[in-house]
């Protein structure tokens, strides 16, 4: 089955430490995202990447961090510079960026809790 | 950047019953979807749409680019249709970023 795997599900850590939140999709998609998304709120760019070695900063990446050396992976790293990350973190995947549409997929989102 | 607004914020339906959701966008664009979020926090895609309508099983859904909106129809609702909707449009200038609503919460009882 084709998709896009997010793990762990629920992840707890200490305040002052970092976590690395994975994202592995099979769908050979070249864009892949994550996004941040608190109570109640919509849906948060913090970074995405378009082809594999580069990436940008979306709307809200102070206090993470990303790479991007495989086509298929691309880790999120909350770093203790971030000053309130206890939140729901989801990845997404679209198919070419040379084409002038998106479709985005996603996958299951890994809670993170941060005392 | 874009604006996304989505209405109504909340709706509570009986089961069986008929709704639409409504999605207004700030600028042109040549894209969009619908995503229903499930109660476990899965995000579903329901519709890509950037102009016309289109249905899927229950679901319907249509834009009108030239007047910045769409509209998902929900049709003899489900209590499997509880959860949150969401809209998502293109940033200007960069297609491969997205803005979303904040979302429409449904909540369907039996």
């Known amino acids: 089955d084709g998709g896009i795997t997010q793990s762990p599900k629920y992840l707890f850590r200490k305040e002052g430490q970092n976590v690395t939140l994975s994202c592995e999709q099979n769908?050979?998609?070249?864009?892949m995202y994550w996004y941040r998304q608190d109570p109640g709120q919509g849906l948060r760019l913090i970074y995405y990447?378009?082809?594999?070695?580069?990436?940008q900063k979306g709307d809200i990446a102070e206090g993470y961090s990303v790479s991007r050396e495989k086509k298929e992976s691309f880790p999120l790293t909350v770093t203790s510079a971030q000053k309130n990350p206890t939140a729901f973190y989801l990845c997404?995947?679209?198919?070419?960026?040379?084409?002038?549409?998106?479709?985005?997929?996603f996958g299951p989102g890994t809670r993170l809790t941060v005392t | 950047g874009i604006q996304v607004e989505q209405s109504p914020p909340d709706l509570i339906l009986q089961e069986g019953a008929n709704s639409t959701l409504r999605c207004n966008f700030s600028?042109?664009?040549?894209?969009l979807q619908w995503f229903h979020q499930n109660p476990w926090g899965q995000l579903i895609n329901l519709f890509y749409?950037?102009?016309g309508t289109k249905q899927n099983g229950r679901l319907s859904a249509t834009t009108v680019a030239t007047e910045r909106y769409s509209l998902l129809y929900i049709s003899s609702s489900q209590t499997t249709d509880s959860g949150v909707y969401f809209c998502a449009v293109p940033n200007s200038g960069g297609y491969q970023k997205v803005t979303f609503g904040i979302g429409t919460k449904l909540q369907v009882i039996p």
């Open positions: 769908l050979n998609h070249d864009a």
């Open positions: 997404a995947s679209s198919i070419s960026p040379g084409q002038r549409s998106y479709e985005q997929y």
């Open positions: 749409i950037p102009s």
């Open positions: 600028d042109s664009v040549n894209n």
């Open positions: 990447s378009q082809i594999v070695n580069d990436f």
